[in-house]
């Protein structure tokens, strides 16, 4: 991106992944000429004119940066967004800006789908994206926790277990951050779990993301799996909030956003 930003005697070079255009009305659009020079720039367009998404990835001349930057600066009403304010000034001043054509894997993940969609990727065999890719390194912070312990009798395929979990149920397709617990009995399916939450004897977690530090009660029923829901529209993604309780046997429809505690059914 650097030397196609050199190469073209940019003063900002934008990166842009091609998007499907029923979603491209999320995102800022580069609509370019064939040179790959940007002529426009509509933020969350109602009606795209392309389909190049801005990744929110830019490269600027220096001495360009250090003009806008300060202009910007001194400015009244700015929001002081690259976004809102920078790049369109740049754009209207005529300077020299071109798109950057991203190839490899990218994900937006200001949604629910597309955060439980990332995560899931990284279970894929068929995306492109491997974090143990010793051309490129991934350096996380280690939580400093004994190993995950899969007790005998546990069920774990396709999922990604992080250090310090102790599973004692089933898990599948999931992916489990830090110290998270599943009782015997319980089931994680699809779902995203975050550190330190605990999933009780007998519950089933299916499509959910949880939070931090919450409690799924014994027999509670988080999520469902798309086909066993007849309205189409009222499935999707159900998330739980940091530190909550879901009290045992309770039961969270698809979609849902819970962020409080919910009682127990006796």
């Not at 490899?104 to 974090?131: A, C, F, H, Q, R």
């Not at 546990?154 to 149920?169: E, F, H, T, Y």
Request: charged share 25%; aromatic share 8%.
């Amino acid at each position: 991106m650097i030397a196609a930003h050199k190469e073209n005697n940019a003063d900002c070079t934008i990166a842009v992944i091609d998007v499907p255009l029923a979603e491209a009305s999320r995102f800022g659009i580069m609509n370019t000429n064939p040179d790959g020079s940007i002529y426009e720039f509509e933020e969350k367009p109602e009606h795209p004119k392309s389909t190049n998404a801005s990744m929110g990835i830019y490269v600027f001349s220096w001495n360009k940066l250090r003009k806008y930057l300060i202009e910007d600066e001194e400015t009244e009403g700015s929001e002081h967004d690259f976004g809102k304010d920078v790049l369109p000034k740049m754009l209207n001043d005529g300077q020299r800006m071109f798109a950057y054509q991203f190839q490899g894997y990218w994900k937006d993940v200001g949604t629910i789908d597309s955060l439980w969609e990332s995560n899931m990727d990284l279970l894929d065999p068929n995306v492109p994206l491997d974090l143990s890719d010793e051309s490129w390194k991934i350096y996380s912070r280690n939580p400093v926790v004994p190993p995950q312990y899969i007790e005998e009798g546990a069920l774990v395929q396709n999922s990604m277990i992080a250090d310090g979990c102790d599973i004692a149920g089933s898990v599948d397709f999931s992916v489990l951050f830090s110290n998270v617990v599943v009782k015997p009995g319980a089931v994680v399916q699809d779902s995203i779990i975050m550190p330190g939450s605990v999933i009780e004897e007998g519950a089933v977690v299916q499509y959910a993301i949880v939070s931090e530090n919450t409690v799924i009660g014994k027999n509670a029923v988080v999520g469902a799996r798309p086909e066993d829901i007849e309205d189409k529209d009222k499935w999707g993604i159900a998330v739980i909030g940091d530190n909550l309780k879901i009290g045992a046997g309770a039961k969270i429809a698809p979609k849902e956003m819970i962020s409080k505690d919910v009682e127990g059914v006796e």
